[in-house]
């Protein structure tokens, strides 16, 4: 089975950066999503990480640790839209299927 | 525009009633999938559908069914067994070819409500 773990809710300042934690135990995974959810909406996909190393991709970047089981999600200049849920996700061996974490609530404040 | 489609986006039922959350899709993905997510949780797995005319059961699949009769629909019906059927529902489908298949896309969801 799978166990991912990661802060309830985190805050932030605009403009400064945050890293939002994800840890995990499995038996085996394929890979490591990140998405983004904003109250009452459909969760955006925001990165993948399949191997060992950072992903960088504008203001968002990603990185995982496989022999630590440990992923996180680094947002740098924060912006107010930014105030959202976001969801670490493993992709499960052998299948499609994904399995989520309960997910960071981040609230940027002005 | 591609896209998935869930309708309504609000649904109100009586307790013991049946109901069917439509989930439609012209991304031509191949596989979709049904998640429930209640206030502070995660989304947890209901059914997923790799191909037409087959599908399996998620991790809470209890109290709902699912049928996968074209590749661009996947309806899922809440019973009157799922205990306690209020939550948000959300339907994705995922490419599985291309440069990330495995990358679910979500429609924007259905809030149900069971009195």
């Known amino acids: 089975g799978q166990n991912i773990d990661q802060p309830t809710e985190m805050t932030a300042t605009e403009g400064a950066i945050v890293q939002i934690n994800c840890t995990y135990q499995?038996?085996?995974?394929?890979?490591l999503f990140w998405y983004q959810q904003h109250a009452g909406e459909a969760p955006t996909f925001l990165s993948y990480?399949?191997?060992?190393g950072l992903e960088e991709k504008g203001r968002f970047s990603s990185f995982l640790s496989r022999s630590k089981g440990y992923s996180y999600l680094l947002l740098k200049e924060l912006q107010m839209k930014d105030s959202a849920s976001y969801l670490c996700?493993?992709?499960?061996?052998?299948?499609?299927?994904?399995?989520f974490g309960k997910g960071t609530m981040l609230l940027v404040s002005p | 525009d591609g896209g998935i489609t869930q309708s309504p986006k609000y649904l109100f039922r009586k307790e013991g009633q049946n109901v069917t959350l439509s989930c439609e899709q012209n991304?031509?993905?191949?596989?979709m999938y049904w998640y429930r997510q209640d206030p502070g949780q995660g989304l947890r797995l209901i059914y997923y559908?790799?191909?037409?005319?087959?599908?399996q059961k998620g991790d809470i699949a209890e109290g709902y069914s699912v049928s996968r009769e074209k590749k661009e629909s996947f309806p899922l019906t809440v019973t009157s067994a799922q205990k306690n059927p209020t939550a948000f529902y959300l339907c994705?489908?995922?490419?599985?070819?291309?440069?990330?298949?495995?990358?679910?896309?979500f429609g924007p969801g259905t809030r149900l409500t069971v009195t």
């Open positions: 994705a489908s995922s490419p599985r070819t291309g440069v990330n298949p495995y990358e679910q896309y």
């Open positions: 996700a493993l992709r499960n061996s052998g299948y499609s299927t994904l399995t």
């Open positions: 499995t038996s085996g995974f394929n890979g």
């Open positions: 559908s790799q191909i037409v005319n087959d599908f």
């Open positions: 991304l031509n993905h191949d596989a």
């Open positions: 990480n399949v191997l060992d």
